[in-house]
């Protein structure tokens, strides 16, 4: 099957006074039709950059990102607006994504505005259908943002992702912000909304918990670079990564018996600087398995498993004294 965006050594790079700022350097993901595919990884990762480069609101150092067959960094601005329709973005901050000064019914129809889709009449139909679509209703289309709770930001801010029909949506953290009790909520939604209007998701997180639970397929992400990628419950419940198992081990489970007695990986020293990092495995200098080796030169991607891909020269000889491999 082919993949609906197919991304291939994107790099973003930013100037800044001691060098350049290595927040995306080279990562390479397929995310097929109609699945949910997680990226995860510590703050300052550079995987919501990642996300606003594949849908070009930074333009990229270098790369490619391959949108059903079209390279979108070819396209000039008037392509771009068109592709702009199939690919949305739902944003971290409800509370800063959202124009104070405009009602709910002027946020969610400004997409159709902009692309002059349908009479006055139509777009106040659409606006309520999506209202009534993410869980509000149409007593809520004249208030104004500061009016809602940030769950229910964040629903006007998915209604207005949904405007233009897109098929691909990125979700640059959209539960981070909001209250643990809300969080499942606007989670549901979204997988409720994937299986009844047939969506692809890129998801990122950092909540491992969220992610495991609503993605088809995952990549873990440190300091720019891909560590890992495999279908969800394999790579949960058997990661080969050393930065992958840190990262799991500190999971905490809800049986206080049982956390007691988990091992939780501790890793020594502090994340580099993304300024003009070294070439070799940016995990090098905090893994417990690292040799020179690792520090000479950029560690590919390799696929360990039927789907399981590890950027480790190590991965064989740390798994199979496990009994992993």
Do not use: W
Not at 16 to 41: C, P, R, S, W, Y
Not at 221 to 250: D, F, N, Q, R, V
């Amino acid at each position: 099957m082919e993949p609906i965006v197919k991304i291939e050594n994107l790099k973003k790079y930013f100037n800044v006074d001691k060098g350049k700022l290595q927040a995306v350097d080279g990562i390479n993901l397929e995310i097929m039709h109609g699945e949910t595919f997680g990226l995860v990884g510590e703050s300052g990762c550079g995987k919501s950059t990642a996300g606003r480069t594949i849908l070009r609101l930074y333009e990229p150092t270098d790369g490619k990102v391959i949108f059903e067959g079209k390279n979108i960094y070819d396209l000039s601005s008037s392509q771009m607006k068109e592709i702009r329709k199939e690919m949305q973005m739902i944003f971290q901050d409800p509370y800063a994504s959202l124009d104070p000064r405009m009602t709910v019914e002027e946020i969610i129809s400004e997409p159709l505005d902009i692309y002059g889709i349908g009479s006055k009449k139509e777009r106040k139909a659409k606006v309520i259908e999506l209202l009534n679509l993410v869980g509000l209703s149409s007593e809520h289309a004249q208030r104004f943002p500061h009016e809602f709770s940030g769950g229910q930001r964040q629903r006007i801010g998915i209604a207005r992702s949904l405007a233009l029909d897109p098929k691909f949506i990125i979700c640059d953290e959209p539960i981070s912000a909001l209250d643990v009790s809300i969080q499942a909520q606007v989670v549901n939604l979204l997988k409720d909304l994937q299986t009844r209007l047939g969506l692809t998701l890129l998801f990122i997180a950092h909540d491992l918990s969220m992610v495991r639970y609503i993605s088809d397929r995952v990549a873990v992400m440190y300091l720019g670079h891909i560590m890992e990628i495999g279908e969800s419950e394999a790579l949960y419940e058997k990661p080969l990564h050393p930065y992958t198992k840190a990262l799991l081990s500190a999971i905490p489970i809800a049986d206080p018996d049982v956390q007691r007695t988990k091992h939780q990986i501790e890793l020594e020293g502090d994340v580099p600087s993304p300024i003009d990092p070294p070439i070799g495995c940016r995990f090098a200098d905090r893994c417990p398995y690292a040799e020179e080796k690792c520090r000479a030169s950029r560690i590919p991607l390799e696929e360990v498993l039927p789907g399981h891909k590890v950027a480790c020269i190590k991965v064989r000889e740390i798994n199979e004294k496990e009994g992993l491999l």
